[in-house]
């Protein structure tokens, strides 16, 4: 009876193991599905779709969570603190890649790809131990952690030079790392449908007088000052280099060590937002005070007058280029000077 006793014993322990181990199994399918199910749950809870983590996420579904995971979390970190530095620009990049987000789900809607990726952010001010963790330590900043990701240090970190392309960069980031397309960047319209309509409704009771306007030409478009004013800002435009500013977003001024500000920076490969429109002004001037000599001064009577009035527009116009001459000089280290032929020395 003994030995069948000890089979019947290792026999019954075996059939525990073996149903120990089938439960096993099935609670760690569960956990995956329970945890895609959660982030889903919140992800349907955002405008979005962008996730909000903070440290107890973050321990939840990913530092808790067996390798491999079953799903990608693409990370926006951000700090309400920041978002008024405006050369940081989290704001407008919180916004991008909210639209990469929504670009997301729109293509992916009802496809098991669309439970493998998840967009989320991070606040610095809720969740320091967190920016602690991934090792961020300037912002802006996104990383991917992938599925076999163990530390999240070693975590992937999207190139500073590339958020210059906002959406654009951020999709081929993903794309890059998980594999996954996102598909075309779906950007929101300028107008909203109810703008649209409201916009259309204004114009419909406007027409009769728009076009009562047009016929008997009291338009702003038959305005002769207004074409002026235009030509002068287009003019403007053109010489201060204000398109140079908007393009590589030039701050109007600096300070020094001493907090004073700095309008004029030395150095032909930079140009201050303030320095462009001092120049831009002096331009300016000398071209409205020729188009003043040529179009109004040859219609007054009085010589001394003309004459007085000449002097004067000289006087200005010698000033102003003198100005720009030397600043030239000054940023660059080259001088211009006049050249005296050999024979009048």
Known sequence: M?????????????????????????VSTSSDDDLVAELESLQSKSPSGVIHLDDRLISRFL?????????????????SSLR??????????????????????????????????????????????????????????VRLVSPTTRSLSDSDSMDASSFSRLAD????????????????????????????????????????????KVLAGETLLHDSRVWMAGAVFVYFFSVSGSMHNIIRNMP?????????????????????GAEGFIVGFLYTLVGLVLAIVTHGLVRLKSVTVQRGMMLAAM??????VGKVISLDNWKTGYSVHAYWPSSWK
């Open 84 to 141: 008024s530095k405006s050369e940081l620009h989290l704001p407008q990049l919180r916004s991008e890649f909210a639209i990469v987000s929504e670009s997301f789900a729109a293509h992916h809607r009802g496809l098991p790809s669309a439970s493998k990726l998840f967009f989320c952010d991070v606040e610095f001010g809720e969740s320091q131990s967190s920016f602690s963790k991934f090792g961020v330590n300037s912002l802006p900043h």
């Open 315 to 320: 006087v200005v116009v010698y000033w102003a």
């Open 63 to 79: 530092t808790s969570v067996k390798i491999p995971r079953p799903y990608h979390l693409i990370i926006f970190f951000d700090a």
């Open 169 to 212: 960069a951020m999709a081929e980031f993903v794309e890059s790392k998980t594999k996954i397309p996102v598909g075309p960047i779906i950007h929101p319209p300028p107008v909203s449908p109810r703008q649209q309509a409201v916009l259309l409704l204004a114009l419909l009771i406007a027409a009769p007088f728009i076009i009562k």
């Open 2 to 26: 003994a030995p069948r006793s000890a089979v019947f014993c290792l026999s019954l322990y075996l059939l525990v193991l073996v149903l120990s181990a089938s439960g096993t199994v099935g």
């Open 252 to 272: 109007m001024m600096m300070t020094d060590r001493d907090g004073r500000p700095v309008f004029f920076y030395q150095g032909s490969g930079m140009q201050l």
